[in-house]
């Protein structure tokens, strides 16, 4: 089964005109708040990742993933071939109920934990509740300050809510100790950019931007964490 | 409670998936708004591109 999860913050109605005009006969998603980034973490796109009947990942390809390249093809066709997993036979349902538990647990122990923090906030967000995930996610990110994952989490739990300003200022700051990371650096152009996205890509504005961002990132080094 | 601590320790730490382990539930949504999990497709063979408009 083909699946196409287009990552854009803007929903629906960023990527709907794109799947209708590819025609898609697939099944068509998108991930506003950059769970799928969160849970596989992954920093480029287009990817391809390729799971077997037990949802167990038999294949994966970051950044770089062309579905018509023949590695891809062969790729593919081996994924095929494989005789069917046994549902239920290597898989792990991850208990999500428990795995809160776990973390609410550890965060009343320990409410300094930074990775129960950030842990029990980004499962909040994959459950769609960014009111709940925010302030866990904030106290991760103030307890791991050059921890970029934890200030991209809370930038996405801002722009679930709305809150753009506050977003692209998480943002930024995750970009600041992941600057390789061009989902982070798009989501930050597509927030203060807009116009340069929708109705049409503006390619050359990418470029420009990118360039002038990188001259100014040289006289900007972060800090190692 | 040994498998969720487990568990607990692998989202902490956010570690990338690794080929031959299960995948992370995620919940994504479909264009009617609709919420599609990662574990409806088990089962089946899925093939999960990922791409954006930008």
Known sequence: MFVAVAMDTGGIPACKPFYDKAGATYLSLVDPQNALGEAFDFDAIPNGFLIDEAGVLQYKRVGGFEVSSPATQKAIDDFLALPPAKPGEKAVVPDYDATEAANRAQIAKTPDDPAANLALGRLLLQRSDAIGAVPFLARAAALAPKSSGAHFSLGSAYLALGKKEAAAASLKTALRYDRANFVIRKQIWMIEHPEKFHPTIDWSWQHAQLAKEREAEKNDPPAMS | ?54
């Open chain 2, 1 to 54: 409670m040994i498998s969720a601590l487990a568990l607990y320790a692998v989202v902490g730490q956010n570690q990338a998936i690794e080929v031959g382990k299960p995948v992370p539930d995620v919940a994504l949504l479909d264009m009617s708004g609709k919420s599609v999990r990662l574990s409806s497709f088990r089962g089946k063979k899925l093939i999960l591109f990922n791409w954006a408009t930008w």
